[in-house]
Every structure is written in structure tokens, then in C-alpha cells.
């Protein structure tokens, strides 16, 4: 499928934008979920750029960098993930599975990023001794600059070569890697949620796991309710989470009321 040079110019600034976004801006515009719907929008295929875009999100759900390590960069991952189902029309797993490679990229360019801008903190550093903001915004400006085009050359290089020589390579790949591919795709998801729980879950969280596990049986089991299941459970954890947050406020403030009127008291 033939690409215009509006459209993979319109690629880099999707990418050039949320490879500062994920360090920079923290606006959640990097996240694959956001930039699977936009590349979609672009090339052309809403459709297949959410459902990518979703599944790559639960993939990565339960990264995060510790210390220096980097985990597989989401930016450069998410968006290859979109490109190559769209472009090649790939099963949005399959397309998932493929896109790992270009996240370990992202990641390395992460890495080499960090890397060159170690040498200038000092410089920050004495900027900051000097009173200097306008050096120290300088300093950042050119890490975003650098990191932003680093992603979008490496995407934009691929999208190219994806839409000239990736229906080829595709249908070179056997049935049963392909299959395998869809398969390690689909697994993904469960892997990132997985890891989420491993860091996030607590004893006192349990009950609210098994309901919403409960509760997503039963409304995808209505066929009025299938659709919107997620969007529904959403609503209702959303709900849940807001009453608990408003019982702690509460609480907390009673605390506080009854500790001041004992120190009054003495």
C-alpha cells in the first residue's frame, strides 16, 4: 500500500511529539492507546490503529524503568505496532509481536540519549550557580530535540521501507510463524497485567480484583452489554475508587478534627 509524503511526514510529528511527551510533557500523549488511534487517523484505519493501540497499551501496562534500565520503549513500539498492521495488514497481535524489536530501538535510543546528556548536567549544574535559566532551558530543549528525532528517524525509516518491501516479507513468513506471532501477540496483554499486579497488588486489594473479574463475566455474557463491557466496568470502578477516595478524605479529616480538639483540651 502506497503512502503520500503528507502522511509519513504527519508519522515523524505523531512520534516526534510523544518521544518528548513521554520524559517531557507527561501528557499521556505517548501512550500506545493514544498514538495507535492518531496513526490510524492518518493512514486511514481508525479501527485497526485502537484495537493495536489498545493491545499494545495492556502489553506495557506493567513497565516502568528502574533505575537506569529502560524497559522496551512504548513510543517506538506502539507506533510500529499500528504502521505494520495498517500498512501490511497484519492480525493486530501478530503486528504486536513484530513491533518488539523496534521497542528494544526505542529503548536503546533511550540509552544513548541518557547517555549524552550525562556530560552536561555539570553544565547545568553551573548554570544554575550562575542564576541562569535560560541555559538550563536550553540544555532540555536540545535532550527533547534530540530524543524526538532519533524516534522519528527510526520510525519514519521503517514506515518507508515497510510500505515498499513488507508485503513481500509478509507473505514470505510460513502460516505457523505467523500463527506463533498471533499467538505471542495475544499472551502479551496478560503478561503486562501480570507484572501490574505483581507491583500494585495487596492484601487488601484482592476483593476488589475477584469482583471486577466476576462482574466482567457477567456483563460480557449480556449481549446488550458485550460492547460497552469495558467502558462499563470503567464507569463502575471509576465509581468505586471515588467513593473510597471520599471515605479516606473523610476520615482523615475526622482524624485531624479530633487530634486538634485534644491539643486544644490540654
Known amino acids: 500500500m502506497e503512502y503520500s509524503v ?6 515523524f510529528v505523531v512520534t516526534f511529539i510523544a518521544a518528548i511527551d513521554q520524559f517531557s510533557f507527561l501528557e499521556s500523549l505517548y501512550q500506545p492507546i493514544v498514538t495507535g488511534m492518531v496513526v490510524g487517523l492518518i493512514l486511514g484505519d481508525v479501527t485497526t490503529g485502537l484495537i493495536v493501540g489498545g493491545t499494545y497499551q495492556l502489553m506495557t501496562i506493567g513497565n516502568m524503568p528502574i533505575g537506569g534500565a529502560q524497559p522496551p520503549n512504548a513510543v517506538v513500539g506502539g507506533i510500529m505496532a499500528a504502521v505494520l498492521a495498517i500498512s501490511l495488514d497484519l492480525d493486530p497481535n501478530a503486528a504486536v509481536a513484530m513491533a518488539i524489536p523496534f521497542s528494544l530501538l526505542g529503548q536503546y535510543g533511550v540509552t544513548l540519549i541518557f547517555t549524552i546528556m ?15 535559566p535560560k541555559g538550563i532551558e536550553h540544555i532540555n530543549y536540545l535532550s527533547m530535540c534530540l530524543l524526538g528525532l532519533i524516534f522519528g528517524v527510526v520510525v519514519t525509516l521503517f514506515f518507508i521501507g515497510g510500505a515498499t518491501m513488507g508485503t513481500a516479507v509478509v507473505n514470505a513468513i510460513p502460516k505457523w510463524l505467523s500463527a506463533g506471532l ?8 496478560f503478561v503486562g497485567f501480570a507484572i501490574l499486579l505483581k507491583f500494585m497488588m495487596t492484601r487488601d486489594m484482592w476483593g476488589f480484583y475477584f469482583m471486577g473479574f466476576g462482574l466482567a463475566l457477567v456483563i460480557a455474557n449480556i449481549p446488550a452489554l458485550a ?4 467502558l462499563i466496568l470503567a ?4 465509581g468505586i475508587a471515588f467513593w473510597d477516595f471520599q471515605q479516606q478524605t473523610e476520615l482523615k479529616g475526622a482524624v485531624a478534627i479530633e487530634d486538634g480538639g485534644e491539643e486544644d483540651g490540654i
Open 6 to 11: 503528507i502522511q509519513v511526514l504527519l508519522v
Open 118 to 132: 550525562s556530560p552536561l548536567m555539570s553544565k547545568a549544574d553551573q548554570y544554575a550557580a550562575e542564576a541562569n
Open 182 to 189: 498471533s499467538a505471542a501477540g495475544g499472551m502479551m496483554r
Open 227 to 230: 460492547t460497552p463491557a469495558l
Open 235 to 238: 464507569f463502575i470502578g471509576f
